[in-house]
């Protein structure tokens, strides 16, 4: 087998964990909002203790990266390619803890005080885990333009965001004896808003894995 042939083989093996590892957080965020509707805290702790799976895999990606980068001496856009893998999986791993910490809130609610807030938490994971999907089905298609759009779409997470945060100042300005609450939906919302953004990250690693250059940097 050629060096180069060896190369393809292993990126083609980091594809795979990267859409596993996708996998695995997109699963957690819909479970982890999943439990927060359903009062379902047996789900909740699930989540909260799959967390280390997800952390576990990232470890192996990172270590396929460096071997990759040590053994392959790859060209620039494969090390670009190399570089955008392990800034992904950074992302994700985050990804994968601000859905154990919405699982880990969901576990203080014993109804749900702010219904028409809740309606648009939903709505938040819903989207968070298209643009999370999309962002990586981006990198292993090498599609700059579903890179794009992924991150245009923040803005529809951003827009969900404010709704749930006037809805809920409306809500304490009637019942003040659910600020409590409404700073735990508050949470929720705000970790759902920085998972998009971290789906808009691995986007603009995305485009700089095929072009050469990102918002911050130009280089290679």
């Not at 109804?111 to 994971?125: D, E, L, Y």
Request: one cysteine or more; a negative charge; proline letters at 1%.
């Amino acid at each position: 087998m050629s060096v180069r042939s060896k190369f393809d083989k292993e990126l083609e093996q980091l594809h795979i964990e990267l859409i596993r590892m996708g996998s695995m957080v997109e699963e957690a965020i819909a479970k982890s909002v999943k439990a927060l509707e359903t009062g379902h805290n047996e789900m909740a702790e699930e989540v909260i203790k799959d967390d280390k799976n997800i952390d576990a895999l990232e470890k192996v990606i990172e270590t396929r990266c460096l071997k990759l980068l040590m053994l392959q001496q790859p060209v620039a856009r494969d090390l670009r390619a190399i570089s955008t893998a392990l800034k992904m999986i950074t992302d994700m791993e985050r990804i994968g803890d601000q859905a154990a910490d919405i699982a880990d809130l969901s576990l203080r609610f014993k109804s749900q005080p702010f219904a028409s807030t809740f309606v648009k938490i939903p709505q938040m994971a819903s989207a968070a885990v298209d643009m999370v999907r999309g962002s990586i089905e981006s990198f292993v298609k090498s599609d700059l333009t579903l890179a794009k759009q992924v991150m245009k779409s923040d803005d529809a997470v951003d827009a969900l965001f404010e709704e749930v945060k006037n809805a809920l100042i409306e809500e304490v300005t009637k019942n003040r004896d659910g600020s409590d609450e409404a700073i735990d939906c508050l949470m929720i919302a705000k970790y759902l808003e920085r998972i998009g953004d971290h789906a808009v990250n691995i986007c603009e690693w995305v485009e700089f894995s095929l072009t050469g250059v990102h918002k911050s940097i130009q280089i290679l």
